[in-house]
């Protein structure tokens, strides 16, 4: 049974930053591309990032690009989004995403990020 449990939301100041992980079991996570998506109020879920399986490949949203950075641990099978200098549009809810392509992918319950001063 896959599981992917997200942490590290939370409110932040604009400009700050903050480090969100999701620990993931139930699959072989070496093997398969994760994902970070979101979702804002009011709008559709939107992907954010997207890592590899080995960590060689990465994508990022326009709008995140040189702020976010995607990243994994496979031996803690856990896939990592560090975000800094965030503006208020980055408020969502963030959700990993995986295994990307097989049949067993799922969601995290999500994590809520707010960014207000």
């Known amino acids: 049974q896959v599981q992917l449990v997200e942490s590290g939301g939370g409110l932040v100041q604009p400009g700050g930053s903050l480090r969100l992980s999701c620990a993931a079991s139930?699959?072989?996570?070496?093997?398969?591309?994760m994902n970070w998506y979101r979702q804002a109020p009011g709008k559709e879920r939107e992907l954010v990032a997207t890592?590899?399986?080995?960590?060689?490949?990465?994508y990022y949203l326009d709008s995140v690009k040189g702020r976010f950075t995607i990243s994994r641990d496979n031996a803690k099978n856990t896939v990592y989004l560090q975000m800094n200098k965030l503006e208020a549009e980055d408020t969502a809810v963030y959700y990993c995403?995986?295994?990307?392509?097989?049949?067993?992918?799922?969601w995290g319950q999500g994590t809520q990020v707010t960014v207000s001063s």
């Open positions: 995403y995986g295994p990307y392509g097989s049949v067993l992918s799922s």
């Open positions: 139930g699959f072989i996570f070496s093997a398969f591309t």
């Open positions: 890592i590899t399986s080995a960590g060689g490949t990465t």
